[in-house]
Structures are given as structure tokens and as C-alpha cells.
């Protein structure tokens, strides 16, 4: 599956994004989806993940509460918004899928170029 992702950009500590990415090339609804992201220095880490149905999704404790993800499996898009950011969500963000609901990184077989999100403090 191809993934691309969108909606990166620059916005204030306390601001909101919204970002995409679009699958293509098999059937979205099969896979679970996750956000990951690395900052400059640091390792790739898990945002979230959702299952395929959209019914269940997982949170990193740094963004409970202020990030969601969804899917819409009709369009072949995963979402995540992201409201109430800080400086420390910097970072470029990617999509993944993947089998395993998980946040090793590994285990995702297809992933999406990135989107750089830097939040200004």
C-alpha cells in the first residue's frame, strides 16, 4: 500500500493541525494504521494507532487527550488531529501500516514520506 501524507506546517504553542494520509494500491480497511514521529536527535515513536474497523485506537500519554485519530475507510484516509500542541510535538510525523497494533516501529510494513510539524513557543 502506498501511503501520503499532508498537513504539516508551522503554528503556535497551543494551536491545532490536522493531518492526512491517503492510502492506495490494496485494501485500506485491513490494515492498522498508526501516526509515529522523530524529533531531531531522537528515536521514532508511536502517536497512535487505531484498529482497521476505526473502532479502537491507542494514544501515547504525551498526546492523551490532546491528539485523536480516526479513519475513514470509504476515503482511504487516516487522520490525526492534533490540538493544544507544544514545542515538544515538533517533529516530522509519518504514517504507518501495519498488522500488529504495536509501537515498534518494525512491525509496520508500509510507511508514508512524512510531514514536518514544528510548533513554535
Known amino acids: 500500500v502506498q501511503l501520503q501524507a499532508s498537513g504539516g506546517g508551522l503554528v503556535q504553542a497551543g494551536g491545532s493541525l490536522v493531518l492526512s494520509c491517503a492510502a492506495s494500491?490494496?485494501?485500506?480497511?485491513?490494515?492498522?494504521m498508526g501516526w509515529f514521529r522523530q524529533a531531531p536527535g531522537k528515536e521514532r515513536e508511536r502517536v497512535a494507532t487505531?484498529?482497521?474497523?476505526?473502532?479502537?485506537?491507542y494514544y501515547e500519554d504525551s498526546v492523551k487527550g490532546r491528539f485523536t485519530i480516526s479513519r475513514d475507510n470509504a476515503k482511504n484516509t487516516v487522520y490525526l488531529q492534533m490540538n493544544s500542541l507544544k514545542p515538544e510535538d515538533t517533529a516530522v510525523y509519518y504514517c504507518?501500516?501495519?498488522?500488529?497494533?504495536?509501537?515498534?516501529?518494525?512491525?509496520?510494513?508500509?510507511w508514508g514520506q512524512g510531514t514536518l510539524v514544528t510548533v513554535s513557543s
Open positions: 494500491g490494496r485494501t485500506f480497511s485491513d490494515y492498522i
Open positions: 504507518a501500516a501495519g498488522n500488529i497494533p504495536t509501537g515498534n516501529s518494525r512491525a509496520y510494513d508500509y
Open positions: 487505531i484498529t482497521q474497523s476505526g473502532g479502537s485506537a
